[in-house]
Every structure is written in structure tokens, then in C-alpha cells.
């Protein structure tokens, strides 16, 4: 078997991969290693060949493989190293990763810090219980995105679209443009999943129609979907009898969320968040397993790549100190909690003497309210909407300020305030 | 007449409402948070743009397809026959990002750009 010796590994050369190793690279961490299983780099990206990617790291809006290209060539600009088409089977709390690659064989990297950023997975039909055949023409959004951008083919003519998340939309307009008639979009909660500007851009642009509060209920075809009963649905989402209706498509595209793609992280111990489906991490992005960081999709589902990117370099910055021996902590430990109207926070725990940067999403939508962060500082917001991601930064020195060693983020109204 | 525009330039997603009269000019906006607001809405309504990506088949290449952009926005109603043009472009590998892969874009005096190497 052969075997290597990495000052930091990043497990994924997706967006949050390749800034995670720009960053343990100029950081100084002299040997940095990118795994990858995709014959390329760049990640999903490489199919979200849509624009609106980049509006806040560089200022214009790029296409995904855009974003990608500058980060890839960044990359190919140092001398850090990247294993394409390679498998990680595992990673140990020890920090050796075993892989697999078809010219090595196995390989046992041994890594004095690890960044995971194997980003998500899509939710499949299984996840869903919709009764029905199994019939062709049933995918995830992300793909038929693949078919379609990459492959160069499409997937069908006739489809209908589960789910209002951000790829959903987007592949609306991708199968229209191309050619193909959209019937409907479909959505469970009573406001769109996506952003609204998708919503505008991709379904309302096209003469869609989006049905709120309405799912799927049935799948029809044997050996190609013929079609698809949808229902209006209760508060418990449950169909509402009477309310049936047969929409005639060939293709049933299911945009319902992503999750967190953490196998390897669990099988290294690392804790892992019951509501992000991520990793738990402190302010350094280190796990609770010493010198495994994360970052990107793998954490928690982002929405904006430029926030995967902002987050990735700081998990890559202090991997890069790990292995350099140079990461300085300090004793005291503050707790962050989600509060009213918040349903996560990242990073779960502050301990360094810098300034942390908190991402957060609210559980419902909410207009003319005010974020407050522990107390310490307070930002209004005409409004907050499950889909789009907050962002605050607090300084060590407002930090100071905290009474206690819990900080609690919560959404209160401006009334209130 | 009133017309509602929902702002995307951020995601505040501000409802505009213009009231346009019957030369289809619009005589007052309201709803808007902001000046970029009024700008894109009076843009949205008067000759809404959006820039088209998609695919072009390409030779040689590690992919079948490449994907492309317009350049600079075009008018709105000129996507589709943006996408029937793009679909008979053939490009060949290998490309470098931003490489033009069609000059003058519909006479649009826009460029079809690479949008990766490919």
C-alpha cells in the first residue's frame, strides 16, 4: 500500500475544498493534498452553469464553472497537490485517511490535519414515500442539472417539479429554455423554498405555475411516468380529499433538499449536529475530533457559494496552523444557542481570540425584526426568510462583554426591541 | 395602470408598483427600499434583460457539451432564439475561459462566451 505523509488533506476539491487548501497553503503549511472522486475539479459547480455566483467575493455575478475556473486556476498556480478520481473509504480519528485510486491501488495518507468538504447529497424519492411504480423518469433536480449541462442531453419533454429549492427553479428554466414544457412546480410550504429572485427569474419570467402548499400524492406510469396526481394539503401536509388533480408528464423532477454528506465524518467520531446534519465545530471549524476541520455543504447547506468559500478559507487558515503547530487558543469557551426564531447557528462554539463570523437560518419567515446576538450586538432586517442565510460578525472584544458562557442568537420583533 | 415588478437586484425582493399610463410610461413607483430599485424596475418594465446561459456541443473536449454566456444581458425576448442559435454552434477543444465562441450574438453586438477550460 502506498503510503503518503500530508501536512493537511481536504477531502473534496469542490468549492469549499479548493479555498480550504489555498488557505492551509498560504497559511504556510508547506504539503497540501486535495482529494477528489470526480475526474475534475470545481465541484457542483461545474453543472450550475447558471449566473448569480460571486456577487460578494468578487463583485459581478459569474456563472458556476465561472467561480469554479478562478479558484481551480488559483489552485494550479501553488504547488499543492491533487488526486483526481480517488475514493476516500476512511477517515481515522488518528488522521489517516485510507483511499483508492485506480493507479495506486489503496493509499494510506497520514495527515497532521484534515479539512472535510465533501459537501451534500440531494434528498432522493425514497425519503419522500410518494405511492406509485417505479417508472423512468423520476430524478433529483441536481440530476437532471448533470444531464443536461454536462451530458448534453435531456431528460425529458414534458416535466413537473417537486419542490421550490433554489436547483428546482432553476432547472424550470433550464428545461424550458431547452425546449422542454414545465407543467407545474409543486411546492409543500406556503412560500417558495428558493430565492425569491429564482422565483421571478426562473418560473414567473416563463409563465410557470408554482402551487403552494400542494404536493405530489401519486406517480403514474409503469415503464415511463405518464403522469402525476397533486393535492392541496392540510397544515400537517396532509392531502386535502377533493382537491386531486392529474398532470400529464413524462418527467418528475424532485427538488427537496439537501443533506449534509457525512459518512466518513461520523465513522471518525466527529459529533455531528442533529439539525444541520453536520459536523458540531468551534470558531476554528475544528470538530470535536482534534485536527479534523469542515467546511462548505458538508457543515451545513449553504446557499450562496461565496459564503462556502469565506467559510472554507478560515477552516483551511487553521488546519494549516494545526499542522504547523501554531494554532493558539484561548481557555474560555462560549456556548452558542439558537434562540426564538433561529433554527441553527455555525460555528456551535467560540474560543479563539479572533473575529468569528456566526452563519445562521430563522425557521419561519418574518418581516421588521431585529437579529440580536447574545446581547451584544443588535442589526435590523426588514426581513428573514428561511431560504437566505444570515450573517453576523462579533469582535473579541464585544465578545468580552458577554456575561455567562452561553450566546444566544435570536429573532425578535422590531416592537419589541 | 398598476404593475407589480418584484425587485431581485437583493434579497429584500421589494413588491414595486408602477403606475403606467395608457402610453405605457410610468408616471409614479412606489414600494421600492432603495435607488437601485427604482432603476431596475423602470428597466424591468420598459425593456427587461437577462443574460442567457446555456450549452454549445463542443469537439475534442472532456465533456460533449461547454458551457456558455452571453456576455452582456440581452433583451428578454431574444432568449429562445438565442437558444435555437446556440444549439447548432459547434466548438472545438481546447478552450480557455472567455474565449468567444460566437462574435456578435444575434447582431446584439453581445459575445457567446466560454464559461470554463475545457
Excluded at chain 1, 473534496?12 to 508547506?30: F, H, N, Q, V
Excluded at chain 1, 487558515?317 to 499542522?323: S, V
Excluded at chain 1, 462554539?349 to 450586538?377: A, H, I, K, W
Excluded at chain 2, 450574438?105 to 462566451?113: A, N, R, S, Y
Aim: charged share 25%; net charge neutral.
Amino acid at each position: 500500500m502506498k503510503k503518503v505523509h500530508v501536512d493537511v488533506a481536504v477531502i473534496g476539491g469542490g468549492p469549499a475544498g479548493l479555498a480550504a487548501a489555498l488557505a492551509a497553503r498560504s497559511e504556510g503549511a508547506e504539503k497540501v493534498l486535495i482529494i477528489e472522486r470526480n475526474t475534475e475539479l470545481g465541484g457542483i459547480l461545474q453543472q450550475c452553469i447558471h449566473h448569480g455566483f460571486g456577487l460578494h467575493r468578487f463583485k459581478e455575478e459569474l456563472t458556476g464553472p465561472e467561480y469554479a475556473q478562478r479558484f481551480v486556476n488559483l489552485v494550479k498556480d501553488t504547488d499543492i497537490d491533487v488526486l483526481l478520481e480517488t475514493m476516500v473509504l476512511e477517515v481515522t480519528p488518528e488522521r489517516k485517511i485510507y483511499a483508492v485510486n485506480s493507479e495506486n491501488g489503496m493509499l494510506e495518507i497520514t495527515a497532521k490535519a484534515v479539512v472535510l468538504a465533501m459537501g451534500c447529497r440531494e434528498r432522493t424519492r425514497g425519503a419522500l414515500r410518494i405511492p406509485g411504480g417505479r417508472p423512468a423518469g423520476v430524478y433529483s433536480a441536481g440530476t437532471a442539472q448533470r444531464y443536461v449541462n454536462i451530458d448534453g442531453y435531456l431528460p425529458g419533454k414534458r416535466a413537473v417539479i417537486l419542490g421550490s429549492g433554489d436547483i428546482g427553479l432553476i432547472m424550470a428554466r433550464r428545461f424550458t429554455l431547452e425546449g422542454a414544457k414545465v407543467e407545474a412546480v409543486v411546492e409543500v410550504l406556503p412560500y417558495a423554498a428558493g430565492l425569491t429572485r429564482n422565483v421571478v427569474q426562473c418560473l414567473e419570467d416563463f409563465d410557470i405555475p408554482l402551487y403552494l402548499q400542494s404536493t405530489v400524492i401519486e406517480i403514474h406510469g409503469t415503464k415511463r411516468v405518464e403522469g402525476v396526481t397533486i393535492a392541496q394539503v392540510d397544515a400537517d401536509w396532509n392531502p386535502i380529499p377533493g382537491t386531486e388533480r392529474k398532470i400529464e408528464c413524462d418527467t418528475l423532477l424532485l427538488s427537496v433538499g439537501l443533506v449534509p454528506e457525512n459518512e466518513l465524518s461520523s465513522q471518525a467520531g466527529v459529533a455531528i449536529d442533529s439539525i444541520t446534519n453536520g459536523p458540531i465545530v468551534d470558531d476554528s471549524m475544528m470538530t470535536s475530533v482534534s485536527g479534523i476541520f469542515a467546511c462548505g455543504n458538508v457543515l451545513h447547506v449553504h446557499d450562496l457559494v461565496d459564503n462556502v468559500s469565506k467559510e472554507s478559507e478560515r477552516a483551511g487558515r487553521y488546519a494549516g496552523r494545526f499542522a504547523l503547530g501554531t494554532n493558539n487558543s484561548v481557555p474560555r469557551r462560549v456556548k452558542v444557542q439558537a434562540g426564538n426564531n433561529i433554527r441553527y447557528v455555525v460555528p456551535h462554539e467560540v474560543s479563539s481570540t479572533e473575529p468569528v463570523e456566526f452563519f445562521m437560518r430563522v425557521q419561519r419567515p418574518e418581516d421588521d425584526v431585529v437579529l440580536d446576538v447574545g446581547g451584544l450586538r443588535r442589526i435590523r432586517k426588514a426581513s428573514v426568510r428561511p431560504s437566505e442565510m444570515l450573517d453576523v460578525k462579533i469582535t473579541p472584544e464585544q465578545l468580552q462583554n458577554l456575561e455567562g458562557d452561553t450566546l444566544i442568537m435570536q429573532i425578535i420583533p422590531q416592537k419589541e426591541a | 395602470m398598476l404593475k407589480h415588478i418584484t425587485c431581485t437586484v437583493c434579497p429584500m425582493s421589494c413588491d414595486v408598483v408602477l403606475k403606467v399610463g395608457e402610453d405605457g410610461k410610468v408616471l409614479s413607483l412606489t414600494g421600492n427600499r432603495c435607488a437601485r430599485g427604482k432603476v431596475y424596475a423602470t428597466k424591468e418594465h420598459t425593456a427587461p434583460e437577462r443574460t442567457l446561459t446555456s450549452i454549445v456541443r463542443v469537439n475534442g473536449g472532456v465533456h460533449p457539451v461547454l458551457p456558455v454566456r452571453t456576455n452582456k444581458p440581452i433583451p428578454k425576448d431574444k432568449l429562445k432564439e438565442g437558444m435555437l442559435v446556440a444549439a447548432k454552434v459547434n466548438a472545438n477543444a481546447p478552450i480557455t475561459m472567455g474565449d468567444v465562441i460566437v462574435k456578435d450574438f444575434l447582431g446584439l453586438g453581445v459575445d457567446l462566451v466560454a464559461t470554463r477550460d475545457l
